[in-house]
């Protein structure tokens, strides 16, 4: 996820998505986003990735361990 981010936030470096491939944290339609969301499980960072997604408007990928669907729901309810 680190190169999806343009401001690095401080907390990024130590995300465990930048030691991994961005595509996992991408998937394509059809393709499940499991792996990326269980890696998001054990990341220390969840809470402001999520919160940097709803700041910035993130429309795509998953962020802070929930996919675009769950971020499209969760900005539903907050709006
Ligand atoms: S919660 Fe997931 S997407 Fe966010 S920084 Fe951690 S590993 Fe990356």
Not at 11 to 38: H, R
Request: glycine share 10%; net charge negative.
């Amino acid at each position: 996820m680190s190169q999806r981010i343009n401001e690095n936030p401080m907390w990024i470096s130590g995300a465990l998505c930048a030691q991994t491939g961005p595509d996992v944290f991408f998937p394509e339609q059809g393709e499940t986003a499991e792996l990326a969301k269980q890696i998001c499980s054990g990341c220390p960072y969840k809470d402001p990735c999520l919160q940097y997604a709803l700041d910035h408007d993130e429309r795509f990928g998953v962020w802070g361990g929930l996919d675009q669907a769950e971020l499209r729901r969760l900005r539903g309810r907050a709006a």
